[in-house]
């Protein structure tokens, strides 16, 4: 069974960190591309971030130098840094797994910024 099993949201002041971390089982995790979505109420849920099997990192312009997603291979795990956080970060963030046509979701994490 495939489990992808977030952690690390919580609530932050403007400007403040937070560190996400996604815990995989049940699959090929050095295969998989991994990525970091979120959605907040009334929005499209929208990828964040994403790191290939090769370490290859892409990110949303709206994140760019203040996110960082990062994989450890041989700990199934993906986390995603979050450096100067603003209120428009506030959203639940759900991690993805996804291979050819094997896509998995993990049930999220919340986000929350304070002005």
């Known amino acids: 069974q495939v489990q992808l099993v977030e952690s690390g949201g919580g609530l932050v002041q403007t400007g403040g960190s937070l560190r996400l971390s996604c815990s995989a089982s049940?699959?090929?995790?050095?295969?998989?591309?991994m990525a970091w979505y979120r959605q907040s109420p009334g929005k499209q849920r929208e990828l964040v971030a994403r790191?290939?099997?090769?370490?290859?990192?892409d990110y949303a312009e709206s994140v760019k130098g203040r996110f960082t997603i990062s994989r450890d291979n041989a700990k199934n795990t993906v986390w995603l840094q979050m450096n100067s956080l603003k209120p428009e970060d506030t959203a639940a963030y759900y991690c993805?797994?996804?291979?050819?046509?094997?896509?998995?979701w993990g049930q999220g994490t919340q986000v929350t910024v304070s002005s």
């Open positions: 993805n797994a996804d291979f050819i046509s094997l896509t998995y």
């Open positions: 790191i290939s099997a090769s370490d290859n990192t």
């Open positions: 049940g699959i090929t995790f050095s295969v998989y591309r």
